[in-house]
């Protein structure tokens, strides 16, 4: 909907948006003359979630969470205006009320300590009250307000209207935080000033006690889980400790890593001497063969003397034992005896070879001493080289039998140590997170109340009335109540409203806007836009009527789906616009009234006809006519006919198909049915030539009228326009 469109649906609507503001307004105005005075009382508290300083926030990397802040102040709000707290709230105010004696205008109004009094009687309230103990009259009345059985206290702390009950509390206790910030804003608003200001206080305590409460009953499972899994966890190490030191024990292991890559460096350098060795040996070996050969060359008497081998293997003996005892760490004096020995053994080895060899020159000319030196000593390599190696193979092999046990050792160990890290770590983790509840639960308890930075203070005056906002507010629901009501009447309203709902619910353009004109004068603006129209529609029908060169007399229909549309109206303004420009205009209407008799005047021949039974059936419109106005018929440039409402009669085929074109006057505000849409798509389907739709009554359509300088200038054209017409206006 446009704003013109909302301006003429408020228009038409006047009258709703004037009564249903004043009703309701009235109304109120009216049931709230008897309105009470009431007081009201604020106090502010912090709660030093976002700035607020904790044991919590010495802890390194510590960050305030804003998401937990918002539900800390959730959870604050949503515990004070639990029913537990508020029914709480109510026992304390009504066991302090219970213990005065008399009125008080700082604790209760004498009004209400006399309602209180009749409320209650007085063996009840005395049963109630013990001098110097309110912790007792608590007990009571809060037994009695639990209790199963209906009696007194149970009826002030259940009855809305009364100030002890949790429904009144709760409707009058109004808290929220004060922006971003760390203040929470609590107020609250009653009758009587001494009962807001204490509601309020108790309320403020109430909150508090049963905060703490809960934030320190929450810590506590938390603790005794951790502490629980804490002691699990310090078993389950202490036992894998256990295992690792027995294991450690047993194979007499620190560490099978450091183990490991002692016996590996050995290992490596036990190969290195043995491989030396072995190639000290071989070339000894090759060293005494060489010379075995030259020696030979000589005599054989040195290989067949059973001396000479029992000696060297004397002196092979002796090596091997030197070796073993430098090996197992033997004292110096065996190790001097063994070298003796050997010293022996190649002394006597030497004198045996000098008597088997004589001072001869070898065949190369080398003499055999110097051979036999060579020899002996190849011959003492070889054998010290043999025995250093069989000790060395030794070792390497008792390396590799202990080694083949250290694998399984190993991964056991490791096993055994993978534990006791996955233990040590859960432990670990378990005294960490008990430390943060135990944390928590100290930081609750040492801080874990709010402060109340404005504590409630004693309402002296009342609030202002609020007779005259709420009249106001109900004059905004009147008027929100006639705008709905307007909306249902327009959505449901099937009429035409506007031009734009016109063309889209008929599905043709309007030719011509024609504004409401009660008279004809130039000085009217409406007048000027309805002479401006009247040109520019008579312009569109010479147009129609020149395109279908169409012979003389041109018959122009004029239709309209329902009555009271204006056709008489548009009619005589066609027919003295043709007449003024010196045409011969006959205008044929359906006779109403037997007074209605043919006439002429200013040009214009008004010619009445009776409806016919067979109506539907007339081919030319002589047949309509009498026969003496039938014989003048085509004396006419231009007929004008008047067709009666199509909804309350038949529609004459052959004259609407003789006619040269179509008129069809709507009214604003007129009534388009499926009925009335169907009439009009028979009428189009009929016609041959062009309909045009002329819309009458439009608001605001004389917006763009003429100037009264536009009209003066074509005065002769228009003079006429401010006559009245002899012939009666029909709707």
Not at 368 to 383: C, P, R, Y
Not at 527 to 539: D, H, I, K
Not at 629 to 655: R, Y
Request: proline residues 4%.
């Amino acid at each position: 909907m446009t704003l013109q469109g909302l301006g003429r649906l408020l228009k038409q609507h006047l009258i709703w948006f004037i009564l249903f503001p004043c009703l309701t307004a009235g109304a109120v105005y009216y049931f709230m003359r008897n309105e009470t005075s009431t007081y009201k009382t604020k106090a502010t508290l912090y709660t030093g979630f976002t700035s607020g300083y904790s044991i919590r926030s010495a802890e390194e990397g510590f960050n305030v969470d804003y998401s937990a802040v918002s539900n800390a102040f959730d959870n604050i709000l949503t515990t004070l205006t639990s029913n537990q707290t508020l029914y709480q709230v109510g026992v304390n105010l009504l066991s302090d009320h219970l213990q005065l004696t008399k009125p008080d205008d700082q604790q209760l109004s004498a009004a209400n300590f006399q309602k209180l009094q009749q409320s209650i009687p007085a063996s009840l309230r005395q049963s109630l009250v013990r001098a110097g103990e309110p912790a007792y009259t608590r007990r009571r009345v809060d037994s009695l307000g639990k209790s199963q059985t209906d009696n007194p206290i149970k009826a002030l702390l259940r009855n809305p209207g009364s100030y002890y009950s949790a429904d009144y509390i709760g409707k009058k206790l109004k808290a929220n935080r004060k922006n971003s910030s760390d203040m929470l804003d609590l107020e609250y608003e009653a009758e009587d000033p001494a009962v807001t200001q204490q509601t309020l206080n108790l309320a403020i305590a109430e909150l508090n006690e049963r905060y703490t409460s809960l934030k320190r009953g929450e810590t506590n499972p938390v603790i005794k889980y951790y502490e629980d899994k804490a002691k699990e966890a310090k078993r389950q190490l202490d036992n894998a400790e256990s295992k690792l030191r027995a294991f450690n024990v047993q194979h007499n292991v620190l560490n099978f890593e450091d183990e490991l890559k002692t016996r590996s460096a050995t290992r490596e350098a036990l190969v290195t001497e043995y491989n030396t060795e072995v190639m000290r040996n071989q070339a000894a070996k090759a060293a005494m063969n060489a010379l075995n050969q030259r020696m030979t060359q000589g005599g054989n008497i040195l290989k067949i003397n059973t001396a000479l081998t029992d000696k060297q293997a004397e002196l092979t003996a002796a090596e091997t034992q030197l070796i073993n005892a430098r090996t197992n760490g033997q004292p110096q004096a065996v190790l001097d005896q063994y070298q003796a020995k050997i010293t022996k053994a190649s002394a006597e080895l030497q004198q045996i070879a000098q008597n088997y060899f004589a001072a001869d020159n070898s065949a190369d000319a080398v003499p055999k001493m110097k051979l036999i030196n060579e020899w002996l000593g190849k011959v003492l390599e070889f054998e010290e080289s043999g025995a250093r190696m069989n000790v060395v193979k030794k070792r390497l092999d008792d390396y590799q039998t202990e080694s083949t046990t250290f694998t399984p050792l190993e991964s056991e160990q490791r096993q055994l140590t993978r534990d006791l890290s996955v233990a040590e770590k859960d432990y670990l983790n378990l005294i960490q997170a008990l430390n943060q509840a135990n944390t928590h639960r100290q930081d609750i308890a040492i801080d874990g109340s709010m402060s109340v930075l404005d504590p409630p203070a004693f309402p002296y005056a009342p609030q202002a009335p609020k007779r005259l906002f709420f009249t106001l507010i109900g004059a905004g629901v009147g008027f929100v109540i006639a705008l709905i009501l307007a909306a249902i009447r327009f959505w449901t309203d099937k009429r035409i409203n506007s031009l734009e709902e016109a063309e889209k619910r008929i599905g043709s353009p309007v030719t011509a806007l024609f504004p409401k004109v009660k008279k004809f004068d130039v000085k009217s603006r409406a007048s000027r836009a309805a002479v401006s129209m009247f040109e520019q529609l008579g312009n569109a029908i010479n147009i129609e009527i020149a395109q279908r060169q169409a012979s003389t007399p041109s018959l122009i229909t004029l239709f309209s789906i329902r009555s009271k549309q204006g056709k008489t109206w548009f009619a005589h303004g066609l027919a003295r616009m043709y007449a003024e420009s010196g045409e011969q205009v006959a205008y044929c209407y359906p006779r109403i009234a037997d007074s209605n008799q043919k006439l002429e005047q200013d040009g214009v021949t008004f010619l009445p006809y009776d409806l016919p039974a067979n109506f539907m059936n007339i081919r030319e419109l002589d047949d309509l006519l009498s026969p003496e106005d039938a014989l003048s018929i085509n004396q006419f440039n231009k007929v004008i006919l008047e067709l009666p409402a199509l909804v309350s009669s038949p529609i004459p085929m052959h004259l609407v198909n003789r006619s040269v074109v179509s008129l069809m006057i709507l009214t604003l505000h007129t009534i388009w049915s499926r009925r009335d849409k169907q009439l009009y798509s028979l009428y189009t389907k009929m016609a041959k030539h062009p309909v045009l739709i002329a819309l009458n009554k439009v608001e605001g359509s004389d917006s763009d009228a003429p100037t009264r300088i536009d009209i003066e200038q074509g005065v002769t054209r228009t003079k006429r326009y401010t006559e009245p017409n002899a012939v009666a206006h029909r709707a």
